[in-house]
């Protein structure tokens, strides 16, 4: 038999498994804070309120984006000087992402869209995203 079922473990052995159980699990523990804490992406907090910036394709403060906490948004329209709000659908921020969700009419009928815009970076009043092609610089306004 090569594990027998009777061993008598001694009581230094025994100290020592639940000690080890004991740092392995505050380790556990400290690893996850320090992951919430200082690495993970902001949460949607962060980015309730309005934003206006640029797009590289569009130049300055051309487009925005109205986060509300209900998770709906708008998006701004600059046409010539006026610029026109007008709700799109509803976002969501996580981790390293926003993603806004909106509505397509087409000729097969109504579908939505998601839009997964990564952040490149961020301070407190300012964030750089990017979606596919497109770069945009915000910064917050309210």
């Not at 079922?5 to 230094?12: D, F, G």
């Not at 998770?71 to 610029?83: I, K, N």
Request: aromatic content about 16%.
């Amino acid at each position: 038999m090569l594990l027998p079922r009777s061993h008598a473990w001694t009581r230094p052995q025994r100290w020592l498994i639940v000690a080890c159980a004991v740092i392995a699990l505050v380790g556990l523990s400290a690893v996850v804070y320090a992951y919430e804490r200082y690495y993970r992406g902001p949460d949607y907090h962060f980015f309730i309120g309005t934003w206006r910036g640029e797009l590289d394709c569009l130049g300055e403060n051309r487009t925005g984006y109205r986060f509300k906490p209900d998770h709906t948004y708008d998006e701004r329209l600059m046409v010539g000087d006026d610029e026109e709000w007008i709700p799109t659908g509803r976002w969501y921020a996580g981790g390293e992402f926003v993603y806004l969700r909106h509505r397509v009419e087409s000729a097969s009928g109504v579908h939505y869209d998601i839009d997964a815009w990564h952040i490149d970076s961020m301070t407190p009043n300012k964030v750089q995203m990017h979606h596919e092609m497109w770069n945009g610089t915000f910064e917050r306004v309210q």
